[in-house]
């Protein structure tokens, strides 16, 4: 202890960022990247607006949704605008302070994204394996449980990741290049590992009708597991899975295509009756 007290860390001033230094026409791909983060934004408060004022969307699947929608909103805000700051005017260079801040907040996020995967693979795996006790085993009280104990674990989680940082010497490059998330891995094994059990609950049903009627309810969560963990197998990370969730629920979720139609019956009818008392 008298050791640590007395050590003098190394801790540079800046971190240069050059990941994307050096890729031609980068500048066409992150205007492209406005574009995507401004829709993203509008469509992500689509969703929770929509869940929030359409009160027949209040089952415990739907505080999951918006709890998704939501993270990811505040994820895209975290990164793309440095993001584009970094590539549009050539800001390579971060502060020690600003970095380890900028790395809580995505990690933070990033991580929660991960999380609310595994609470949507929660649900699903109540519903198919046990869809006579669904509405006992996934009530509002666990969701919102699970979700508070996840939001807690990523802080908690970036936060240790984060303070180890302070505790370490940079001596010699101060270059980021990329960088990774090993808390990433596990929403996915505990995802692949609910699908199994699923594949297994639907092995068990006796029509194949059935079977694919089951499996027809987890086609909108399986295609948010692909484009999140796809990328990050790859690349490690984009922000086209945030930009993505609210049109994957708009188009694969039976009770939120309702809403927007009934919303749109209704404002059609206003207008009619305004345009008719004018």
């Not at 699923?198 to 194949?208: E, N, Q």
């Not at 399986?222 to 899975?241: D, G, K």
Request: some cysteine; glycine content about 2%; aromatic content about 16%.
């Amino acid at each position: 202890m008298q050791f640590l007290k007395n050590t003098t860390f190394v801790r540079p001033a800046n971190f240069i960022i050059s990941g994307f230094v050096g890729i031609p026409n980068i500048r066409y791909y992150f205007v492209f990247l406005c574009f995507i983060y401004i829709f993203s934004v509008v469509g992500n408060t689509a969703v929770m607006l929509i869940i929030i004022f359409d009160h027949t969307l209040r089952s415990p699947k739907y505080i999951a949704v918006f709890n998704l929608a939501f993270t990811d909103l505040l994820s895209n805000s975290a990164l793309v605008p440095k993001v584009l700051d970094i590539s549009l005017f050539n800001h390579h260079y971060i502060s020690y302070n600003n970095c380890l801040t900028f790395m809580f907040f995505c990690f933070t996020l990033i991580s929660m994204q991960a999380f609310n995967l595994v609470v949507l693979s929660f649900d699903r795996i109540m519903a198919i394996m046990y869809p006579l006790h669904y509405q006992m085993r996934v009530s509002h009280k666990i969701i919102l449980s699970l979700i508070t104990f996840f939001w807690l674990l990523a802080i908690a989680l970036t936060g240790t990741a984060v303070g180890l940082l302070t505790r370490l010497h940079f001596c010699e490059s101060v270059v980021i290049n990329s960088y990774y998330s090993f808390v990433l891995w596990l929403p996915l094994i505990f995802v692949l590992g609910s699908y199994c059990c699923i594949g297994y609950s639907l092995s068990r049903i006796s029509t194949c009708k059935e079977r694919v009627k089951a499996l027809k309810t987890c086609t909108g969560h399986l295609s948010l597991v692909a484009i999140y963990f796809i990328p990050i197998l790859v690349v490690y990370t984009s922000v086209m899975p945030p930009m993505l969730n609210p049109i994957i629920y708009v188009l694969q979720t039976a009770e939120i295509k309702k809403s927007l139609k009934r919303s749109s019956r209704t404002n059609l009818s206003t207008l009619y009756l305004s345009t008719s008392n004018s």
